[in-house]
């Protein structure tokens, strides 16, 4: 009887979960989701590189004029990047959706503007 009456509420409630992709909770905040690189502030010092656990970050090219590529696939998210980097170059947003389909699109690069 416990049971029928539990499921009897049950049917009346909204559903517990969202119908995702199409309905989508709002990003919660100071969650830690996309990490974004600001790379005119960025040394190159590749200290962020160092301390990743996951290897998820890769700098292409030496230095002050390197670029920095962020491997979403590999992230773990745990913000240990964006408190390494002494320049403070590194945030993390709340943007937690960030699957795709395209292995192409799971990697970001965040290029140095040209100097002219
Ligand atoms: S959030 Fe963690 S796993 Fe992701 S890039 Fe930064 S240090 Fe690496
Ligand atoms: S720790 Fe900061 S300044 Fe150093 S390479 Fe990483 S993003 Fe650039």
Do not use: H
């Amino acid at each position: 009887m416990a049971m029928q009456n539990e499921l009897v509420k049950s049917l009346a409630k909204k559903p517990a979960t969202l119908l995702y992709p199409f309905e989508k909770y709002d990003s919660i905040p100071g969650s830690r989701g996309k990490v974004v690189i600001d790379i005119t502030k960025c040394i190159g010092c590749g200290l962020c590189i160092r301390d990743c656990p996951a290897f998820a970050l890769e700098m292409v090219g030496k230095g002050p004029t390197c670029d920095m590529k962020w491997y979403i696939t590999r992230c773990v998210f745990c913000g240990q990047c964006v408190e390494t980097c002494p320049r403070s170059a590194i945030i993390q947003e709340t943007t937690y959706d960030l699957a795709g389909a395209e292995k192409a699109a799971l990697v970001i690069e965040y290029k140095r503007p040209k100097s002219s």
